[in-house]
């Protein structure tokens, strides 16, 4: 049954096969919450500052005009200091290998992900394809060339 605006198809790999399949937990969620399809039982320790490969069990063929993007969930930053190391980490149309996710342990503690964590989230964006030309020079603005924290303190 379609309930949004596209659908995506998505294959349950031999390891993701016990796991629910990513889903919106409110109304009004942008993202799916993306789970940890690691060994049961074993499950992943991230060590303070280290990162790791997770994976999701999950393959999706996004549609042409679409992207999904991997974005931390904000409860594992706040409360671990756990986030996405590419975030967001871009997973492209044409794309069909396992969806993993790179997390990084930015917290003081080591932390431990087990099997059905939900450790990330998928936000599917539209995506607009530039032509670029070559010119010689740009048109004037008022910003310039100034960047990296020129235009205020922060």
């Known amino acids: ?28 969620a942008s993202g799916i919450d993306l789970l940890a399809a ?13 990162h790791a490969l997770i994976p999701t069990g999950l393959q999706m063929a996004i549609p042409t005009g679409y992207e999904a993007q991997v974005r931390p969930r904000s409860g594992l930053a706040a409360r671990h200091g756990i986030t996405v190391l590419n975030s967001p980490g871009t997973i492209d149309c044409d794309y069909r290998g396992e969806i993993k996710v790179i997390l990084v342990n930015h917290g003081k503690d080591n932390f431990r992900i087990i099997r059905g964590d939900r450790i990330a989230q998928l936000v599917f964006q539209k ?15 008022s910003r310039g060339g100034g960047g990296f924290g020129s235009t205020g303190n922060s």
Request: glycine residues 12%; hydrophobic residues 30%; proline residues 9%.
């Open 1 to 28: 049954m379609k309930k949004s605006g596209f659908s995506v198809n998505v294959v349950r790999l031999e390891h993701g096969r016990d796991l629910d399949l990513p889903s919106y937990q409110s109304p009004g």
């Open 38 to 50: 690691v060994d049961e039982g074993e499950g992943e320790n991230l060590a303070p500052g280290a």
């Open 127 to 141: 995506v607009e394809r530039a032509d670029l030309n070559e010119v010689g020079e740009l048109p004037p603005s």
